[in-house]
Structures are given as C-alpha cells and as structure tokens.
C-alpha cells in the first residue's frame, strides 16, 4: 500500500511562491510516474503537472508552463511543485497521486492521492 502525503500549501499575495512536497511510503515510489492535480470549488480536479518515474520525462498544463515546476528525489520518495508567480486563479486545493511509470493527465489513472493541501492566492 501506498501513502501520499502533501505539505506546503497556504495562503500567498498574487506574484509570490510556493513549494509543494508530497511524500511517499511504500517501495514502489522509483516506479511511479507522479501527478499534481487541483481542485477549485465548484470546478472539476483539472491536471497541472506530471513526472515520470525516472524523472526525465515532465508534462505541465498549459496554465502554468513557465511557471510551476515538478521535480522528484527519489532517494527521498519525495515529489515537489514549485509554483512561482501565483495568480489568484491557482487557488485550489492540490493533490498528489501516483501511477505505474508514466504521466498520465486523467485523474482517473492513478491509483494512490494524498488527502490535498490548500493553496489560496490573494489579489
């Protein structure tokens, strides 16, 4: 079994930075391709960026290419997002999930979510 645990949300101005980490229990960490999702009230749970196992591969949304960053240490278990110049329309809460080797941007693919950190952008 897989645990997922998402730190680092919180409340930020428009223009500031966060760092998200997600840390993973388990032996099947290096294996798993992991996804960021979000979920704004409302709004369905949209992808916004995914690594693959190996961390060579990485796919973003086009809402926050050029502006959120996702990295993994794999000797950690642990996979960041880094978000930078944060707008008011990235406030959701942010969820971890991990699948077997490859990205994938259907929330429905992955098998293992962290209970969400919230993010909350100011104007």
């Known amino acids: 079994q897989v645990q997922l645990v998402e730190s680092g949300g919180g409340l930020v101005q428009a223009g500031g930075s966060l760092r998200l980490s997600c840390a993973s229990s388990?032996?099947?960490?290096?294996?798993?391709?992991m996804g960021w999702f979000r979920q704004a009230p409302g709004k369905a749970r949209e992808f916004v960026a995914g690594i693959s196992w190996s961390g060579g591969s990485t796919d973003y949304t086009d809402s926050v290419k050029g502006r959120f960053t996702v990295s993994r240490d794999n000797a950690k278990n642990t996979v960041y997002l880094r978000m930078n110049s944060l707008k008011p329309e990235d406030t959701a809460i942010y969820y971890c999930?991990?699948?077997?080797?490859?990205?994938?941007?259907?929330?429905?693919?992955?098998?293992?979510w962290g209970q969400g950190t919230q993010v909350t952008v100011s104007s």
């Open positions: 388990g032996r099947t960490f290096s294996s798993s391709a």
């Open positions: 999930a991990a699948r077997t080797y490859f990205i994938d941007r259907q929330w429905s693919n992955y098998d293992y």
